[in-house]
């Protein structure tokens, strides 16, 4: 039997003693060390529907452990490797799956979003796939570095999607983790204009340290002023919008230049209502092109932290054990309070 965190419906977070997941020929199990929340942990937290009633979920993507137990079709992992990563099971039968192309695959499901997640004591990570999706921990490495690479690897894939180059303004709408991460991935390829709009004063103070060249507070300013007087008027090459809120996205038409790039990586919680005056000026205006971004570049955000250029440590503000799972929650939620906290297992 193990400990695991039960989500039940929105904010009705419980620690049971559940039985010990099984794990089939292509699986291994983890004995977790280190689980992030994600702000897509916080969204399922806050929106958990009627079915997690009858099926309670584990959440819990970001994570680090010690390999407790391996299938007997896994290449490539030892009982006590130390890794970290996430999980990814493609549906199989699917048209990119039946041509090998699995990483496209529409219906993928990962611990956490779909398959028990690594709020627990021990999580299932099926098609491990080393090296692509699940990665061996460096020597000196500590578990709650490992756990929090995730983030950073989401953060590169948006940064990819943006097709970023140095010569680019750019403008991160939401500092939290990821917009703290894609600031950090645009300093260190060399782009010197980044502006960075944030209500929260703790996060917009850790973009200053991190390297932004402007920082605004969305609630006391113009954004659009701002990005003119930070831009000489030209406003940006790209925006991201890392924050899920309809304020932010109506605005980001305004901070571009024509034919800039919107790369939407924040997740909505609340319709949004989209009027003709956005459309018009996104797509007829300006020749906006509005990227999605979801998913991690593993390669890239490893490549970076070796450069020794990118802090993540200490955007770790807070650490619960699973007990305090609740606890812990209502702390990410605080945005004033908050950057990333840390789950943290004996
Ligand atoms: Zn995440
Ligand atoms: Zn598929």
Not at 52 to 62: D, F, R, S, V, Y
Not at 100 to 129: D, I, S
Not at 225 to 253: N, R
Not at 270 to 287: A, G, R, V
Request: proline share 5%; aromatic share 6%; glycine share 10%.
């Amino acid at each position: 039997m193990m400990k695991a965190a039960l989500l039940y419906g929105p904010g009705d977070i419980r620690i049971e003693t559940v039985k010990d997941p099984e794990i089939g020929p292509d699986d291994i199990l983890v004995k977790v060390k280190a689980c992030g929340i994600c702000g897509s942990d916080l969204h399922v937290f806050k929106t958990a529907g009627l079915e997690a009633l009858q099926n309670p979920i584990i959440l819990g993507h970001e994570f680090s452990g010690e390999v407790a137990s391996i299938g007997n079709k896994v290449q490539g992992l030892n009982v006590g490797d130390r890794v970290f990563g996430t999980g990814y099971r493609n549906c199989g039968t699917c048209l990119w799956c039946r041509q090998g192309q699995t990483f496209r695959c529409p219906n993928p499901t990962v611990p956490g979003e779909g398959l028990p997640g690594a709020f627990a004591e021990y999580v299932v990570v099926p098609n491990p796939m080393p090296g692509q999706m699940l990665f061996h921990m460096e020597e000196g490495m500590e578990w709650e570095e490992a756990a929090i690479i995730e983030p950073l690897a989401v953060a590169a894939h948006a940064v990819r999607r943006a097709r970023l180059e140095t010569k680019d303004k750019v403008v991160i709408l939401g500092g939290g983790m990821i917009g703290l991460n894609i600031l950090q991935l645009a300093r260190a390829m060399g782009v010197s204009t980044v502006i960075v709009s944030e209500p929260s004063l703790l996060r917009r103070n850790t973009a200053s340290k991190l390297g932004a060249s402007h920082v605004a507070n969305p609630t006391r300013e113009y954004i659009a002023e701002s990005v003119g007087t930070a831009t000489g008027d030209e406003m940006a090459d790209v925006v991201f919008e890392c924050s899920g809120t309809s304020i932010a996205l109506k605005q980001s038409p305004q901070l571009l230049r024509p034919y800039g790039r919107l790369i939407q990586v924040g997740m909505f919680e609340d319709e949004i209502k989209l009027e003709p005056e956005f459309m018009s000026l996104m797509f007829q205006f300006k020749n906006i092109t509005w990227r999605g971004s979801g998913g991690q570049r593993w390669d890239m955000a490893l490549e970076q932290l070796r450069t020794g250029q990118i802090r993540t440590r200490e955007l770790i503000t807070k650490r619960y054990g699973l007990d305090d799972i609740g606890k812990a929650m209502i702390s990410q939620l605080d945005t004033e309070l908050s950057i990333k906290v840390m789950i943290v297992f004996p």
